[in-house]
C-alpha cells in the first residue's frame, strides 16, 4: 500500500494475525494455536522477505495482544517495509468525547507507530455516528486510508457518503468470504467493488484451518478452542471439498490451503491469510504461480456448496 498519496495500492494477499492474539498462555484460545514469540518472528522474516509486508491485526484480537506481539515481530524493519492495517471496533468503543481517535491511539502505542496505513470500522454498528470520526484522522495522516469491515451494500454507501462530503472515501471493503461462505458475492458487493474501484479483502478464506486439508474428522481443530467448536462437527462434510483442492493441487506441486487462496484471488479478492508458521508463506509464494481453471472454479464451488454448511461467524450478519 502506497503510504503517501490517496490511492490505495492493494497487496495481492494480506497476512492476518487473529490467532496471534492467543498467542503464549495468556491468549484468548479462539485458535488454541502454540505460537511463540520467536516463531512468530520467523513467519514475519518469510513474508517480508517474500514480498508479503500488509500486515492485518485488530484490537479485539486477543484484546491487544495480536497489535502488540506484531509489533514486537516487526522489530527492527523501517517503517516504510511494512503496512499495518488495523480495526475500531463500536462493540468496545469508550465512553470519551472521541472513542474512535481513543481506540486509535491505543493502537499505535501497542504498534508502536504514529500512523496507521489502512483503518477499519470493524463492525457497522452505527454507521451515521462512527464513520465521521474517521475524518479527522484522514485529515491529520495518523490513518492513511479506510474501509469498512462487515458492511453491507447500504451501509458501505452511507460510509463512502459520509466520507465523501469531507473529500475522501471507502477505499475498502473486509467482509468474510470463502468457498463455503460466498454472501458478499450473492448481495452484490463484489460487483459493487470491483464497478467502483474499492478493494475487497477477503477473510476467514481458509475457514480458520478447517479448508487446509491439515483438519479433518481424524485429526479435528485443537480441543477446547473456539474454532474447534464451530468447525469440528462439520469437518466430515468438507471432505470431498477438502479432497478436490488437494488433487487440484497436486497437479501444480501445490497444497489445498494453496488452492482456496488462488480461488478466492481468482474471485478478484485480496485474500487475507491467518499465517501461522513459516511454511504458510510458501504456500502464498505457491499461490503467486497458480491460476484456476474456469472448470476448476466450477467444481470447486459446486462442492462448496453440496457440502452444505453454514460458517457465518457469530459477529457477522447476512449480507
Ligand atoms: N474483519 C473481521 O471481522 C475479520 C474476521 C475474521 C478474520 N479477519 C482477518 O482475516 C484473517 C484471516 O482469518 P483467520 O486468521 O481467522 O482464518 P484463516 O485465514 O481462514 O485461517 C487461518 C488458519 O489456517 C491455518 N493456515 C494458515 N495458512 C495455512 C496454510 N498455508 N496451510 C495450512 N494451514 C494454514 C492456520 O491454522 P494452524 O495455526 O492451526 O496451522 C491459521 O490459524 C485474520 O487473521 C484477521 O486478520 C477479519
Redesign the pocket.
Known amino acids: 500500500m502506497d503510504d503517501t498519496s490517496t490511492t490505495l495500492t492493494a497487496p495481492a494477499v494480506a497476512l ?4 496471534w492474539g492467543d498467542s503464549g498462555e495468556a491468549g484468548d484460545g479462539w ?1 488454541g ?1 502454540r ?1 511463540s514469540a520467536s516463531g512468530l518472528r520467523e513467519v514475519v522474516e518469510k513474508a517480508q522477505s517474500n514480498g508479503f509486508t500488509t500486515w ?3 484490537v479485539v ?1 486477543g484484546m491487544g495482544r495480536s497489535e502488540t506481539v506484531l509489533a514486537q515481530a516487526l522489530q527492527g524493519y523501517d517503517r516504510g517495509e511494512y503496512q499495518l492495517s488495523t ?1 475500531f471496533t463500536p462493540q468496545i468503543a469508550g465512553d470519551g468525547d472521541d472513542p474512535v481517535a481513543d481506540m486509535l491511539e491505543q493502537s499505535l502505542d501497542r504498534l508502536g507507530t504514529d500512523y496507521v496505513d489502512l483503518y ?1 470500522i ?2 457497522p454498528a452505527d454507521v451515521a455516528r462512527w464513520t465521521p470520526l474517521l475524518i479527522p484522522l484522514l485529515k491529520n495522516g495518523t490513518i492513511r486510508h479506510v474501509g469498512v ?2 458492511h453491507n451494500l447500504e451501509e458501505i454507501a452511507l460510509a463512502d457518503q459520509i466520507l465523501g462530503e469531507a473529500g475522501f472515501r471507502v477505499q475498502a471493503v ?3 468470504y ?1 468457498l463455503l461462505y460466498r454472501g458478499s458475492e450473492r448481495a452484490g458487493i463484489l460487483d459493487h467493488c470491483r464497478e467502483n474501484d474499492v478493494r475487497f479483502f477477503s ?7 478447517a ?5 479433518g474428522p481424524d485429526h479435528p ?2 480441543a477446547g478452542s473456539t474454532r474447534a467448536g464451530a468447525y469440528n462437527a462439520i469437518l466430515p462434510q468438507l471432505q470431498a471439498l477438502t479432497a478436490a483442492m488437494a488433487a487440484i493441487g497436486a497437479d501444480r506441486s501445490a ?1 489445498a ?2 488452492i482456496a ?1 488462488a480461488w478466492a484471488i481468482a474471485k478478484g479478492t485480496i485474500p ?6 513459516p ?2 508463506v510458501d ?2 509464494s505457491r499461490v503467486r504461480g497458480i491460476e484456476l481453471a474456469d472448470d476448476e472454479i466450477a467444481e470447486l464451488e459446486a462442492l462448496a456448496d453440496a457440502a452444505d454448511v453454514d460458517t457465518r ?1 457469530g ?2 450478519r447476512e449480507m
Request: zero cysteines; charged letters at 10%.
Open positions: 492476518g494475525t487473529w490467532a485458535f494455536s505460537l492485518d491485526t485488530a484480537y480495526k477499519w470493524h463492525n469491515s462487515n473486509q467482509n468474510h470463502s477473510y476467514m478464506v481458509l475457514e480458520q484451518g479448508l487446509t486439508g491439515t483438519y481443530l485443537p497444497t490451503a494453496d487462496t487475507i491469510i491467518g499465517v501461522t508458521k511454511g504458510h504456500g502464498l461467524g459477529w457477522e
